[in-house]
């Protein structure tokens, strides 16, 4: 393949992908350890494979004042969330070790500055709320008090749950390419895959020419689909319904803020890295409880300037089976009633599910309810 091939794609945003591994320093054993929490780690891990580009390593003030105040970063380029390491004091070093879960090093950190935030200030920017019932703002209040910025060195990286759907920026790039694809939509997901976001896929398939298919596996909420379950979800439903020269299924390994627009955003940006030209917005993406009005996510790509973020937003109604049409369909395309609608409630389905019944097809592949109620059993 030829390099003209991965040029034919999206340029990563920035212009570059950042590679943020390196080999394993001399004097390691000397160095301060810092111990990284699961979305710090995550993060890291973004930071390596170049999903964070042009970011090289934990914001600093500058960064991190202008993305909290202004979505962008102090460069110009348009940035949403901050991607910052909270440590307990300023290390003494000039280099700190980076540890992992298990205590082990993983990468090292050349110290830029240490500086103080306000958690409540944060929360409310990004968050658009103090409320601490809110997960992400909840996280945030339990960070340690100071940021540790630098750029980093990642010698090791995180080994992946998912080998096969373990696939950085570089990979998914090669992996397009390889299928002669020029125009690409992601689609984020953390929950299994249903009709509706089948259907919008599809949609979106039909205006270019290929579809990432890229499930969130990192930290998620105790209370979302387990992610085994779900990756077998997306494999059953990609192998009887989606042409495989058109889909590519991988893991994205972020950890979910559930800051809504701003997370929409992130996402988007994140995904161009990943090689896409486009990347679809339902309702309430990234959004919890009713923090949210429900295109805020959608309504938040108006403050950028025309074509400022490259990736193209896709912008998607809510979506459903209606019996009159006898297709898929959404508020924009029927002109018919709820009576005629197939809509199931969250709490309907896994009630369902939990009672080992099978939802109706218009709602749910039956292959995908199957694996659904095997998990549910199974607990
Ligand atoms: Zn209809």
Same mark, same amino acid.
């Given at each position: 393949?030829?390099? @003209? !091939? ?17 080999? =394993? ?8 350890? $810092? ?44 940035? @949403? ?24 090093? *993983? ?11 306000? #958690? ?7 968050? %658009? ?43 998914? %790039? ?10 690409? *939509? ?6 299994? $895959? ?19 298919? /890229?499930?969130? *596996? ?11 379950? =779900? ?16 889909? +590519? ?7 979910? =803020? ?12 994140? =995904? ?7 990347? $679809?917005?339902?309702?309430? /993406?990234?959004? *919890? ?17 025309? /074509? ?9 109604? /809510? ?18 009633? !709820? ?8 709490? #309907? +389905? ?22 659904? $109620? ?6």
């Amino acid at each position: 393949m030829t390099v @003209a !091939a991965t040029e034919r794609l999206i340029a990563p945003h920035g212009g570059a992908l950042v590679d943020g591994t390196g080999a =394993r320093p001399d004097g390691l054993e000397a160095l301060e350890q $810092i111990p990284l929490t699961s979305r710090e780690l995550s993060d890291l891990d973004m930071l390596a494979s170049g999903a964070l580009s042009p970011l090289e390593g934990f914001m600093g003030r500058a960064d991190y004042e202008r993305v909290i105040e202004e979505m962008h970063l102090v460069d110009g380029l348009p940035w @949403a969330l901050p991607v910052c390491l909270a440590v307990d004091a300023a290390p003494a070093g000039d280099r700190v070790a980076l540890v992992d879960d298990s205590g082990k090093p *993983v990468a090292v950190l050349d110290v830029d500055e240490v500086f103080d935030y306000e #958690k409540e200030r944060e929360a409310e920017l990004c968050f %658009r709320t103090t409320d601490d019932a809110h997960p992400g703002v909840a996280r945030l209040y339990e960070q340690r008090p100071l940021y540790l910025a630098g750029r980093v060195t990642v010698f090791e990286r995180a080994r992946p749950e998912f080998p096969e759907l373990a696939l950085d920026p570089a990979d998914t %790039r090669r992996a397009f390419a390889e299928r002669g694809w020029k125009r690409v *939509v992601g689609f984020q997901t953390r929950n299994p $895959i249903h009709r509706a976001h089948e259907y919008l896929t599809k949609v979106a398939l039909e205006t270019v020419d290929g579809l990432l298919v /890229h499930p969130l *596996v990192g930290e998620t909420k105790a209370d979302d689909v387990p992610v085994e379950v =779900r990756v077998n979800c997306y494999q059953t439903l990609l192998d009887g319904y989606y042409p495989p020269d058109r889909v +590519v299924l991988s893991a994205f390994p972020a950890a979910m =803020r559930y800051a809504g627009p701003r997370e929409a955003i992130w996402h988007a940006i994140c =995904r161009k890295n990943y090689g896409c030209s486009h990347f $679809i917005v339902g309702r309430d /993406h990234a959004g *919890v409880g009713d923090y949210y009005g429900t295109y805020d996510a959608q309504l938040v790509f108006d403050e950028f300037a025309p /074509h400022e973020l490259d990736v193209e937003p896709m912008f998607f109604e /809510h979506t459903f089976w209606c019996n009159v049409c006898g297709s898929m369909a959404s508020t924009k395309s029927c002109p018919h009633g !709820a009576e005629d609608r197939v809509m199931l409630s969250g709490t #309907k +389905v896994r009630e369902m599910l939990g009672q080992g019944d099978v939802p109706p097809v218009e709602f749910t592949r039956p292959e995908v309810a199957e694996v659904l $109620i095997d998990a549910y059993r199974r607990d």
